[in-house]
Structures are given as structure tokens and as C-alpha cells.
């Protein structure tokens, strides 16, 4: 790619720019607000001007409500000969791309997975969207040509393409993205109306619970609404889950109430969801959930025996913090006691049986032990880091 223009110079347009112009790229900058385009320019993004022929791809970094618009007066201008976006909403720009563009077959929904708490060109950062996973949604009609223009995209800025239907991109968005900053946003409201003290005692869980509630309101007012119908779907879930925990508190603050080992139950079982739910969540490592099968490994009294197990363990993806140590082990060692996810087990007892530990699964209470498959035979298995 030699070319390329930027349209919409926020923090992920100008990233974006500056991801590729870093990389040799000519890019071309512009924006409604022709200063935002300028300060970009001035950060090494590229020229704040339109360039005098078309480019091989046009990036549209606009609040998802505004792409389909956009597309469609780039593209009877004739700016570019591929064109994708970077809304974290698909459906509706794909839908905008099908039904009115001149050209959809050189269109492809795009989504860098990445982002930060700050917004506009001075935040945006040239590693942003680094190992970072960025979703591509071609429609029915996308070409071969526009489709290898995005993946050469991603190459530029170092991501990862992930290859999705729009309406699933934005039925899992919701869930994992779209809601938690409505629940961020809720949750730091309610910090207006905290006692006067509340500053002093606010430590990191209120502020990893608050993190995205500073996002620009406007733009996420765009997105809520563009995916509105996903949204209401998982807060209605989430409503249901708390019409079950208040009464449960309400019973727990009642008491010698009848109805206090009911909350506590109901209680447990919430908080065990998200328990199970968040071991879920690449890159967090497995937490142990109720009902999980046991990896059990009997250590020597060597020195430093331990903590070479529980490096090759994280290797592997499992949290080894979360381990229960036994210290009644043959010849004074130890036992250590892993719960892991079923899919895990078998898995972890083998690889670490293969590297040398004494390592068993326990099914129902009783131990067997996991040959590691011969070369060939798990082609393709790979451990799942933090798999539910």
C-alpha cells in the first residue's frame, strides 16, 4: 500500500495514520474540524490536505451513524479505491454500505479493538492497536480486492484480523464492550452523590470499575444508539440478575430473618458466575470455579522446586496463585493442587508430565494419569490461556 487517506483525525483516525505513515505510507488527512486535522498533521500523521489522485485505501474513522454518509460522498468523489471504517458498530454502516453507497463491493466494516480513556489526535499513539485484535466484517458483496486492502491495514498498524459476521461483532460488542461502559458510567454517577469522605477511601477496584466512564459522551451516545437493540437485550439479563439480588441483600440485612441462608445462596451463586465468567476473559488466567477438575503435582524437597512449577504453570495459562499446597508429600515434598477448567485438565496433566513433574488428574476424587498425544495425533490443540 502506497497511499491512503484518513478521514475523521480522533485518537484512533490519527493512530491509525500515524501507524502508517510510520510504515512508509503517503497519508492524507482530514477532518470536519480542518484544525483537529492540522494538529494531527503537526504529530507526523500525514498531510492535512486531499490528495490529487485516488488512494489505494481510505480509512473513515466517524461515530458509526455518520459512516454510511461519509461513505457514500467519498466514494462519488471518487477518493480511494477500497474504503473501510474503525466503528465499533457494524451492522448499521454495513447495512448504510448495501443499501445506498455507489460502490459497496470496495467497502469492508472495520474494528481495531483498542483504544484509550482520552479522546482526539494529542492521545493517539502509533503502537495503539500492537498485538491487538481488529475485527473485519465483509459484506455479501465485499470484494477480494477491498478485502485484501483491510488486511493489509492491519498488517501496517501490527494487529490481528479477526474475521466476523457484522451482527455477531455487535451481539458480542454489547456484552463485552457497549454495556460495561454504560455500567462504568452508572457506577461513576452515583460518585456524585458519595459522602464527603468518599475521595479518601476510593482505591484501584472504583477506579478499574470507573475507567471508561470519561469517554466522550457524544460518541457514545452514537454508539449506544447505533447498537441499541443488542444493548437492551444484556441489560435486560442484567436485570434480571438484580431483581434476584436485592431481595437477597434486603434478606441479609434483615436480622434473625428466615430468608437470610436463602440470600446468602442466591449471593454465592452470582458472585460464582462471575467467577466462572471472568476466567473467560483472555489474558486473565483461569480462577477457579466450583465443580472444576484438579490437576494434583508432587514436588521434591529440591530448592526453588516450587516456583519452576509455577512458572511452567502460567506458561500454560493458569493462574498458580489460585493453587492449594499441601505439605504431607512423600519424603518431605509438596503437593500442589490445581483447579483448572475441564478442558484444561487433561491437557496440563500431560504438558506437565511431558516436562518432568509428577502430575495427575483427580476425576471424582481419584488420580489418573494423562499420556501427552504423540507428534501429530493433537495437531492444532493448543492450551487455552484463561478458557472457560
Not at 16 to 38: H, Y
Request: glycine fraction near 12%; charge should be negative; aromatic fraction near 2%.
Amino acid at each position: 500500500m502506497r497511499t491512503m487517506a484518513v478521514v475523521g483525525t480522533g485518537l484512533i483516525g490519527t493512530s491509525v495514520a500515524l501507524a502508517a505513515s510510520r510504515r512508509g505510507v503517503t497519508v492524507f488527512l482530514s477532518d470536519r474540524d480542518p484544525a483537529v486535522a492540522r494538529t494531527a498533521a503537526a504529530l507526523g500523521a500525514g498531510r492535512a490536505r486531499a490528495p490529487a489522485e485516488p488512494v489505494d485505501l481510505a480509512v473513515i474513522a466517524v461515530p458509526p451513524s455518520d459512516v454510511g454518509a461519509v461513505l457514500g460522498e467519498l466514494q462519488a468523489r471518487g477518493l480511494a479505491r477500497s474504503y473501510t471504517d474503525v466503528a465499533s458498530v457494524k451492522a448499521e454502516p454495513e447495512r448504510a454500505a448495501l443499501s445506498r453507497a455507489p460502490d459497496p463491493a470496495s467497502y469492508i466494516g472495520g474494528h481495531p479493538l483498542a483504544g484509550r480513556e482520552r479522546s482526539g489526535p494529542l492521545a493517539a499513539r502509533a503502537e495503539l492497536f500492537q498485538g491487538r485484535n481488529w475485527v473485519l466484517t465483509p459484506s455479501r458483496l465485499t470484494s477480494d480486492e477491498a478485502f485484501n486492502r483491510a488486511l493489509e491495514l492491519v498488517a501496517l498498524c501490527e494487529a490481528v484480523p479477526v474475521v466476523m459476521r457484522s451482527q455477531d461483532h455487535d451481539a458480542a460488542l454489547a456484552v463485552t464492550s457497549h454495556v460495561p461502559h454504560l455500567m462504568a458510567s452508572l457506577m461513576a454517577a452515583r460518585l456524585r452523590e458519595g459522602p464527603a469522605e468518599l475521595s479518601r477511601v476510593a482505591g484501584q477496584g472504583l477506579r478499574d470499575a470507573t475507567r471508561t466512564a470519561g469517554g466522550d459522551s457524544r460518541l457514545w451516545g452514537d454508539i449506544v444508539r447505533s447498537n441499541a437493540e443488542a444493548i437492551a437485550g444484556v441489560l435486560k439479563d442484567l436485570h434480571m440478575d438484580l431483581s434476584r439480588l436485592v431481595p437477597a441483600l434486603d434478606a441479609l440485612a434483615r436480622p434473625g430473618g428466615g430468608d437470610r441462608d436463602h440470600g446468602m445462596r442466591t449471593l454465592v451463586d452470582l458472585l460464582d458466575r462471575g467467577v466462572s465468567g471472568v476466567a473467560g476473559i483472555p489474558g486473565t488466567g483461569h480462577r477457579a470455579a466450583p465443580g472444576d477438575p484438579r490437576v494434583r503435582v508432587a514436588l521434591t524437597d529440591r530448592p526453588g522446586e516450587l516456583a519452576r512449577l509455577l512458572a511452567d504453570v502460567a506458561e500454560l495459562g493458569v493462574v498458580g496463585e489460585d493453587a492449594a499446597v499441601d505439605a504431607g508429600g512423600a519424603g518431605g515434598g509438596l503437593t500442589v493442587l490445581f483447579t483448572v477448567p475441564p478442558t484444561v485438565a487433561d491437557r496440563m496433566a500431560a504438558e506437565l508430565g511431558a516436562a518432568g513433574w509428577d502430575a495427575v488428574r483427580e476425576r471424582a476424587g481419584r488420580a489418573e494419569r494423562v499420556e501427552r498425544p504423540e507428534r501429530g495425533e493433537g495437531e492444532g490443540v493448543v492450551l487455552p490461556v484463561g478458557s472457560a
